[in-house]
């Protein structure tokens, strides 16, 4: 019989990584959008998914991130417990809105609290990579960061794994459209370049530096004037259907920004207040309806504690 | 006959561009190095050089940096005044510190006082890098904007021309090493690849996002950490005498931060501390006697106010 101490249920948010500016380096972390995972601590060793629900994704243990990002940190706790994981799957996976991401670092969050192994955020989302690696072919961290910290996010190196909290306002609301195509990672990632113009990089880290600093004075001119990507987006948007229109309805509409979500095919529209998100939400609505390409729209504002528990 | 409101003195601080990770983006002003100006206001329209001592540079107004500014300053204010404008250079040209930046920084501060014309920093920068178009051959802000806001600057953009304030622990010294060989600025752009590797340009814009979140957060680690350049160092090193092991022995001796001043041959260390950085400088001193090259070395803590008021 489980008592209390034997089961721990939490909340995987899904996330926005890249922010335009910040390629493979922010990231952002969403509120009403996520999976519901459950961990059951178990006499027998080893780790199993014994329940999952919503899409079609490996129930091999060797082959699932939450269950290979438990294995990592179980391994290093030389756990003498095994776990059972159950997955509600929310976030469709090939989203763009980190749906690894969320089984991964909301694996590691409810199985350090269940079994009190005490890491830090930092070493768990060192183990929720390898969940990442699994599902993405590389141990990319930063859409485990925000899911893990919350908020806004800077990956500052992989190697050493260094991750920086950056203040988030708590007004502001994210509109993700995901249009149901399906767009492959690794055609995301060889559609760019190897080598980028300097001048361009040069306009690029001047927007991360301009983006980070506006989170610390609060000042939401130079917050959306820095969410510009002159590196990426040029590349990628031609992926996605109607990105050029979204982004004109989105910034007409007062959207602070908008942008690719991670590899895409979702976008983001970042919006200050609810009242401006739901305008952008409705606009967004009203004309992908008549492109015939099935989307779904949702609206988060920014979740700024990451993996929440739910029961315990 | 002049009275208190027809001249005004002013230092014109030398300033270092760049910090490793912000190339064209970051710099810093200095304290103890900088020009003298004084400006005069005559009724007789046009700007001339009446007097230079220290170098031997343009006194042709329209080929002399702090003129040129001016004049541009004039002409937008339709002023009905000229201006005298007397120097005393102590900013050896093509050092790396901002020398022709500190003429066209400490013109625009001095004139806007004298004439009261009530110029924002962010107008006195764009007069200024008319200044900086004569003499390096390009408009370049990043000079320019710490010798007149003084501290640590960001230029987020030039078109149009954005530049931050940084907060700016006043805790900290540089030590400027300035090996008395020369470095043709045409030169140092030319080493530069036009295109870099995107991987690196993601290390870099991950540096300039930490290194301004440490300067909100006072967060000495992480600003030294930031302190790294994979884009730019490893070319215009190469022509720099000794830079590995002038880097060495800063780190070596508590410096938080080494590399090249704007496009050298000057190399910065920073460091927390007088003592800390005076014990660099005389580790520096030591090493660098014995390799035969003339150099100077300077001592400064990092100047918040920019171009000063001497006397008015």
Redesign the interface.
């Known amino acids: 019989m489980p008592n209390k101490k034997n089961k721990i249920s939490v909340f995987a948010p899904a996330t926005v990584a890249n922010i335009s500016?910040?390629?493979?380096?922010?990231g952002l972390c969403l509120d009403t959008i996520g999976d519901e995972m459950t961990f059951i601590k178990t006499d027998q060793k080893g780790v199993r998914i014994t329940k999952l629900e919503g899409f079609d994704l490996p129930k091999d243990p060797n082959k699932n991130a939450a269950s290979v990002a438990v294995m990592e940190m179980l391994s290093k706790a030389n756990s003498n417990f095994g776990i059972d994981i159950q997955i509600k799957k929310n976030i469709k996976p090939g989203s763009g809105i980190g749906s690894s991401a969320a089984s991964s670092a909301g694996a590691v969050v409810g199985v350090n609290k269940l079994l009190e192994l005490n890491f830090s955020k930092t070493e768990l989302i060192a183990f929720a990579q390898e969940g990442e690696r699994i599902a993405c072919g590389s141990p990319i961290a930063d859409n485990v960061a925000p899911a893990i910290f919350g908020g806004f996010t800077?990956?500052?190196?992989t190697n050493p794994l260094?991750v920086?909290s950056?203040p988030t306002p708590t007004d502001l609301y994210v509109v993700i459209l995901h249009p149901q195509i399906e767009i492959k990672t690794a055609d995301s990632r060889a559609i760019?370049?190897?080598?980028?113009?300097?001048k361009d990089?040069?306009?690029?880290?001047?927007?991360?530096?301009?983006?980070?600093?506006a989170l610390?004075t609060n000042d939401y001119n130079?917050f959306s004037?820095?969410i510009t990507d002159f590196?990426v987006e040029p590349y990628r948007s031609k992926l996605i259907p109607f990105f050029n229109e979204i982004k004109a309805i989105a910034l007409q509409n007062g959207a602070l920004g908008f942008g690719i979500s991670g590899s895409g095919p979702s976008t983001f529209s970042i919006c200050k207040g609810e009242k401006t998100a739901r305008e952008v939400r409705n606009q967004i609505d009203l004309f992908f309806k008549k492109t015939n390409i099935p989307f779904e729209l949702h609206l988060s504002k920014i979740n700024t504690e990451g993996v929440k528990i739910i029961s315990e």
């Open positions: 500016c910040g390629f493979d380096v922010l800077l990956v500052k190196s260094q920086l950056l760019l370049p190897e080598k980028i113009p300097l990089a040069v306009k690029q880290w001047a927007n991360v530096g301009s983006f980070v600093s610390y130079l004037d820095s590196v």
